[in-house]
């Protein structure tokens, strides 16, 4: 009696080897940049993160708590979290609201699709610095030409002085640059939505907007919950470098966000300790929003199409 194939669960691929080194010897390079770049800096970190030492990492003592206690207890830690709180909201928001509606127009471009899709996926092949720069002198209220507008319309445009001026700069700038991230996913959603789902919504009357709003929508629940985990991420650490380039946390700290602060107190300032414990603080605070979205967020999403 010939013996049955073993069941063969759809869509993994299991690979065999005959040595079990070989496996582990194509692990071999992935574990090594894991330990390079990751495992050794988090633990270094976080061993900083309970002493105080010199400027130049010559001596130090352990201090338990001391730098978290001072961190929590300074009112400029404490602005930069609002600070960070509000950007990461607001790029998140409108990040994943303007990806939305292009991908939503996307259909509805006939001449020239190509082009309208290169021309949105531009933004995500700049570096984040260049991106900085480039906004930066748009909105620049000396030479920018989009600042000369502003003021022609009566605005009073001036990030240099200004903090909300340069809140709202940083914010289109780090959303710019990510809105073509969100609008891959939210495109490929799209495009998995069964066509016999909108037929029979469009033979019943419903407009564009009312198939989109009341059929595809709800079926890329899993795909907005995804985008909403990877925005908050790119809005606590991806944005250093846009921070730098277009305000360096200024004015008066009125965009210094969390992953900024670090850089400043631990390689301008040379406080390492703080550095550190803001790194482990930061880390924390990322993975406490984490597990608060999966908990009340995911419950709403629906996973079946």
Not at 223 to 228: A, G, I, K, Q, S
Request: glycine share 6%; hydrophobic share 55%.
């Amino acid at each position: 009696m010939a013996k049955a194939a073993p069941a063969r669960e759809s869509g993994l691929k299991r690979a065999h080897f005959r040595e079990p080194r070989t496996a582990y010897l194509l692990l071999l390079p992935q574990l090594l940049i894991l330990a390079l770049f990751f495992f050794i800096p988090a633990i270094r970190a976080l061993a900083q993160a309970f002493l105080l030492a010199d400027p130049f990492g010559a001596r130090s003592q352990f201090v338990w708590f001391d730098n978290f206690t001072a961190l929590l207890s300074s009112p400029e830690y404490q602005s930069s979290i609002w600070v960070t709180v509000v950007f990461t909201i607001a790029q998140s928001a409108i990040t994943l609201f303007v990806a939305v509606v292009l991908a939503f127009a996307t259909d509805r471009v006939v001449r020239g699709r190509g082009t309208y899709r290169g021309i949105l996926l531009l933004p995500y092949a700049i570096a984040p610095v260049i991106a900085g720069i480039l906004w930066a002198f748009l909105f620049n209220p000396a030479v920018g030409p989009l600042a000369h507008l502003l003021h022609a319309l009566g605005i009073p445009w001036d990030p240099n002085r200004n903090g909300d001026h340069a809140m709202i700069l940083v914010i289109a700038a780090a959303s710019w640059k990510h809105i073509c991230y969100d609008y891959i996913f939210l495109l490929a959603g799209i495009l998995a939505v069964p066509q016999s789902l909108i037929e029979a919504a469009a033979v019943d009357g419903a407009g564009p907007i009312l198939r989109f709003v009341r059929i595809v929508i709800p079926l890329l629940g899993p795909t907005f919950f995804f985008l909403m985990v990877m925005n908050f991420v790119y809005g606590l650490f991806d944005t250093f470098a846009i921070v730098d380039a277009v305000t360096r946390g200024g004015p008066a700290g009125a965009t210094n966000i969390l992953v900024y602060k670090v850089y400043q107190d631990g390689f301008i300032n040379l406080d390492l300790g703080s550095s550190a414990a803001q790194s482990v603080m930061l880390m924390a605070f990322a993975l406490v929003l984490t597990v608060l979205q999966f908990r009340y967020i995911e419950r709403s999403v629906n996973y079946d199409v």
